[in-house]
């Protein structure tokens, strides 16, 4: 049956239409906000996935080029694989949902996010947020929402919820908050060196719009959703996990508390295998293959309680630091003879190496997406090879994960980038994590700021990341643990991953991961202090003893810049006939040539010599011809009446007059002149048909002193 919801997002219309389309799908919602249109259908499989662990959820976002009026680029003239844009989106629709389905539900779920139309002040990633939960919530899946999402901005000082484009273009802030009724599920964000206080406030004034809208969804669920589908449980049977816990608590205990991850790997495999051995050994070989994966549930489940019986009840991590202590760091610069800028980033066992290219303006990513970001001058890509945690995997390439990561480091470093007028190039830097033990997207963040400095990127002020863990207590959301400088173990049996990159001066980006149905504003307000006090720690004694600020100049290796403003109406000179003119100074230079829109031009050259040569030759082109201007000019024709003299100003010519080649009386032209010959000639009007009139009296002589050497020479 065709239903329609209307409420008001940010003064803007929100509707949600179910019931007319895509009817075969567990649960399906059309969610209009402003023209902005998102269809999200939910599905999932009849009979669980068998021989896994985990919950398998998968989150696909659409963009599709017609919503924004567009044909795919290429041959195929189709959308391909997902931009990294949807690829983003896709990690935070799921994030805030997937700790709200049942821990032992093993069933295939697919949320499928299809963008249909796209209004730019309306966000269709928030659209497909909100969407994917309301389909949920009415389908029936097993799901403990719902949810809701939305965008916050910084305008002048001014929080504003779901900011419009021309919002977005001044904001200091880009927020994406998502949450229940009750606590923040999710946050993502880019800021220009935002203080915690405004950060904290943002996310609470996007968390009341996000109770109005779990509200509206949940009258939506209470009056069309259908009743949730029974599931089979795989909870580890309470036998079996008794028989573990009673018999090998002690010995896990022990097993976990090792400093190096390669040993407490080992300390797990070899009690694993004492585990399965004992209980063969009690219930028979037969039982023991019959309950193989309950068995491995079981050693998993008791791993996770012992480590977070450590942390919660005793205030010991299995490393033995303590709560607020970070692991021994250091960092070195310059490792790389030949690239423009490298840095390695260890911290603990997770180590980095960070290298910086500088490229041409015109090398920035072209972007062919559905919002109105067209290029991307800063790129930061980051790399998780199997070799990093000790595995024997080929690679295929970055996934989700490290789509995610890349961008975190990106939004990290992308408000301390100078702007292209004050270093015209564009940068890539490539973070490799060579050995992982958690928090590899933080180091990625200090060691690609050293690696920018090593460069010579004049950076506005270093950046540092570093990421807390939590513990809480399942009977009261106030009993906490909080941890600092997380890794992998934490990770994997904690609560949250909240990771905060930031300056001296404030936060550049976040990204909060949880296990848990949300996150209380004390929480988030105690992770911001120590984040805060962690990053200050990581800059001040650490990363700037090695290097303090960005080096004077650029690697010798990398291009150097010249650059010039030229009109706008010249630049069809500079270029000339299907390329001609700029072609002819790039083959005689050798240098790499680009010319914006506004006629800024930058020429790169690893030879300064040929840059000044090339940037000569186009200040020639461009130069205006003036009454009583001089010029250096080449005869190009000879007439009776004179000579025509090439300017050198974009191909214009002026009459050197017979009269006007001496102060005595010449004859004929070719007595004095030829083709090619260079002259020095003063305007001495210009008509009004453009025509240039030309004078040699009471100027140098003919021909240069250069053609005179030659003609001695000869």
Known sequence: MFKTYETELAGRKLVFETGKMAGLANGSVLVRYGDTVVIVNVTASKEPKEGIDFFPLSVDYEEKLYSVGKIPGGFIKREGKPSEKAI??????????????????RNDVV?????????????????????????????????????????????????????????????????????????????????NEVPDDVMLKAIEEGHKEIKKICKFIEKMKKEIGKPKF????????????EFVETNFKEDMIIAVQEVDKEIRDNNISELTEKIANTYEEKFGQESAEEHKGDLGEAIYKLEKKCVRHLIFDEHKRVDGRALDEIRPLSCEVGLLPRTHGSALFTRGQTQVL????????????????????????????????S????????????????????????????PVIPSKEEFPYAIRVVSEVLSSNGSTSQASICGSTLALMDAGVPIKRPVAGISTGLVTNPEDENDYVMLVDIQGLEDFFGDMDFKVGGT???????????????????????????????RKHILEDVMLPVLDKPRADISPYAPRIVSTQIKVDKIKDVIGAG?????????????????????????????????????????????????????YGEVVRIMNFGAFVDLGC???????????????????????????????????????????????????????????????KE
């Open 88 to 105: 983003l989106t896709s990690r935070a629709i799921d994030r805030p949902l997937r700790p709200l389905f049942p821990k032992d539900f």
């Open 111 to 191: 949320v499928v996010a299809t963008v249909l139309c796209v209004d730019q002040d309306n966000s269709p990633e928030v659209a497909a947020m909100i969407g994917a939960s309301a389909a949920l919530s009415i389908s029936d899946i097993p799901f403990g929402g719902p949810t809701a999402a939305v965008n916050v901005g910084l305008v002048d000082g001014n929080i504003i919820i779901n900011p419009t484009e021309a919002e977005r273009e001044k904001s200091d802030l880009t927020l994406t908050v998502a949450g229940t009724e009750k606590k923040i599920a999710m946050i993502e964000a880019g800021a």
């Open 230 to 241: 029974e599931y089979k449980s795989f909870a580890v049977p309470e036998d079996i996990y």
């Open 354 to 385: 960070s290298v910086a290219t500088l490229g041409m303006v015109s090398e920035e990513q072209v972007l062919d997406g559905i919002d109105t970001e067209e290029s991307k001058r800063y790129m930061h890509h980051y790399n998780f090879p």
């Open 387 to 414: 070799y990093s945690v000790g595995e024997a995997r080929t690679s295929r390439g970055p996934g989700r994960r490290e789509i995610g990561h890349g961008a975190l480091a990106e939004k990290a470093l992308v």
């Open 504 to 534: 001296e001066k404030g936060i550049t980006a976040i990204q909060v991961d949880i296990k848990v149905d949300g996150l209380s504003y004390d929480i988030i307000k105690e992770a911001f202090e120590k984040t805060r006090i962690a």
């Open 579 to 631: 390329g001609k003119t700029i072609n002819k100074i790039i083959e005689e230079t050798g240098v790499k040539i680009d010319i914006e829109e506004d006629g800024q031009v930058f020429i790169y050259s690893n030879d300064n010599q040929k840059a000044e040569q090339a940037l000569e030759m186009i200040e020639d082109i461009v130069r205006e011809v003036e009454v009583d201007g001089i010029y």
């Open 650 to 712: 974009g191909g214009k010519e002026g009459l050197l007059h017979i009269s006007q080649i001496s102060k005595d009386r010449i004859k004929h032209v070719e007595d004095v002149l030829h083709v090619g010959d260079k002259v020095t000639v003063r305007v001495t009007d210009i008509d009004d048909q453009g025509r240039i009139n030309l004078t040699m009296k009471d100027l140098a002589e003919t021909k240069s002193e250069e053609n005179k050497e030659e003609e001695n």
